[in-house]
């Protein structure tokens, strides 16, 4: 038995609780369960990544639950799925935004409008034409310049590198965005309008991803909800999703990024061992 945090072999058997023996690390001085769960958790880290996967794949929280139990003889409701959900995205989100990506020359600009809880909103994304790296995302009720400004700015925040030209569909209120955004800089970046064929060059692979996203979005009943899962939904996206369109690479790994972990089996042990 490895230690489920710093991966130590100096590990005691620490008293039973329910049956359950548990352990005590000497090394990081702490306690965990025998089980193939995450710390403090009871269901198998295989069972809960599936759930994710899922989920993010655009299952309902009823449909995941039902294949536990046929599949993977987990009892489980909608409700404990929605807790993973809501858990492992707050979880992800925090630790892995914060990467910031080299990016080429050209970035994409895009902005969609969903209808979550009765409410008519504007979902925006700035991603990086060459590797599809999603650097930002933006829930709002308006579509102006104010919120223009916002998402490009939390996008050059997730960016080493400054574009040369922005990709749009709608011009009107970039070129003061642009300006307002990335300040003296901004001179040397062009706005240019986004081809008829995006969706078969600059962001392919981000226009199949949208599918699965909007499904659940839609399915969501509060924007505070909205925003707690499309965390997830960045992580999915940019760090375990492959994209045909790049020799099936991920966005991240496009990146020059090498994370320790391929799907949500793999992030969900990853952030059991970081995330204390």
């Not at 993010?56 to 009823?62: E, P, V």
């Not at 909007?214 to 909205?226: C, D, N």
Request: aromatic share 10%.
């Amino acid at each position: 038995m490895d230690c489920k945090f710093c991966g130590s072999i100096y590990v005691v058997k620490f008293g039973t609780k329910s049956g359950l023996q548990y352990y005590w690390c000497k090394s990081c001085h702490r306690k965990f369960a025998g089980t193939d769960a995450p710390p403090g958790m009871r269901t198998p880290t295989t069972a809960i990544g599936k759930a994710m996967g899922l989920f993010f794949s655009g299952s309902s929280l009823a449909e995941i639950a039902k294949q536990l139990s046929n599949e993977d003889g987990v009892g489980v409701n909608s409700s404990t799925v929605w807790r993973w959900v809501v858990r492992y995205s707050r979880q992800a989100g925090k630790l892995l935004r914060k990467v910031r990506v080299s990016t080429s020359p050209t970035w994409v600009i895009d902005e969609t409008s969903i209808r979550i809880g009765g409410v008519n909103m504007w979902y925006w994304d700035v991603l990086d034409s060459e590797s599809q790296f999603l650097l930002d995302t933006h829930f709002s009720t308006s579509h102006t310049f104010r919120d223009a400004v916002h998402v490009l700015t939390s996008a050059q925040g997730h960016s080493l590198t400054l574009p040369q030209v922005i990709l749009s569909d709608s011009l009107s209120p970039y070129p003061d965005a642009i300006q307002t955004a990335f300040g003296p800089t901004s001179r040397k970046i062009k706005l240019q309008a986004l081809p008829h064929s995006k969706g078969a060059d600059s962001i392919g692979g981000f226009r199949t991803a949208m599918g699965d996203r909007s499904k659940v979005l839609k399915s969501l009943k509060t924007l505070e909800a909205a925003n707690i899962i499309i965390d997830g939904f960045v992580v999915d996206y940019d760090f375990l999703k492959p994209h045909m369109t790049m020799n099936s690479q991920t966005p991240a790994q496009a990146c020059g990024l090498k994370p320790e972990f391929n799907n949500w089996v793999g992030l969900v042990d990853y952030l059991g061992r970081v995330v204390a």
